[in-house]
């Protein structure tokens, strides 16, 4: 299994600044996952982060707004960058598990609210 | 683009009642599957894996159907605790044999008194 630590826990930010969500897990990974949580959705990927390489963004996400750190194999950190209300949501942190039949692990989550 | 589709519900059922989740996958390739739960205002975590034999955890009974791309959880004797949203995801392997888990947009489950 998997520890992660995720923080802020919360935030209340205005619109046109940034946040940088960090997230730390207690065993080396290799990917790590970026998801966001609309009110009422599912969860939506956002990127893979591998460490020393750059990001994987899926569709309808890109570096400039979601610039992605991943400097080791313990820790990433997601910027979402020029806030508008749109962004406001719940984001998450995901690790998977290790062997054939992986698990996800999740960190507690990021609720921002953009003002 | 690799699909996950389950009835987002909300399933209202009392309690005791026997409840059915169903999900669907578009990629036969998927190497794994899963059924997590999610409280309000809370991360998912793992309810339980899925695997082609079925499995069983107490009141909690999943299966899966390579042929027909289809997974389930049956919940039995529902409890109010169970009121959640399930969510149902298929991991597909990714580069260098790790995967990355596609979720479904979760079914939601109301258990009333």
């Known amino acids: 299994s998997a520890v992660i630590s995720q923080k802020p826990s919360r935030d209340i930010c205005q619109r046109g600044t940034s946040l940088t969500i960090q997230c730390q897990v207690d065993s080396q990974v290799t990917m790590m996952f970026w998801y966001r949580q609309q009110p009422g959705q599912s969860l939506t990927l956002i990127a893979t982060a591998n460490q020393g390489s750059e990001a994987t963004y899926e569709s309808g996400f890109v570096i400039d707004k979601f610039p992605i750190s991943r400097p080791n194999l313990t820790f990433s950190t997601l910027t979402v960058s020029n806030m508008s209300p749109e962004d406001s949501s719940i984001y998450l942190c995901s690790v998977e598990g290790l062997g054939l039949v992986t698990e996800a692990f999740f960190g507690q989550g990021t609720r921002l609210t953009v003002v | 683009r690799k699909e996950v589709e389950q009835d987002p519900g909300p399933f209202n059922v009392p309690e005791g009642a026997t409840v059915a989740f169903n999900c669907t996958y578009s990629?036969?390739?998927?190497?794994?599957f899963f059924w997590y739960r999610q409280d309000c205002r809370k991360e998912p975590k793992l309810l339980m894996s899925?695997?082609?034999s079925g499995n069983e955890d107490g009141r909690f009974t999943a299966q899966l159907n390579r042929a027909s791309q289809y997974i389930s959880l049956l919940i039995r004797d529902s409890k109010l605790s169970d009121s959640a949203t399930y969510l149902c995801?298929?991991?597909?392997?990714?580069?260098?044999?790790?995967?990355?888990?596609?979720f479904g947009r979760g079914t939601s489950l109301i258990v009333h008194p």
């Open positions: 995801v298929v991991n597909d392997e990714a580069s260098g044999g790790s995967y990355i888990p596609t």
């Open positions: 990629n036969s390739a998927s190497q794994s």
């Open positions: 899925v695997y082609s």
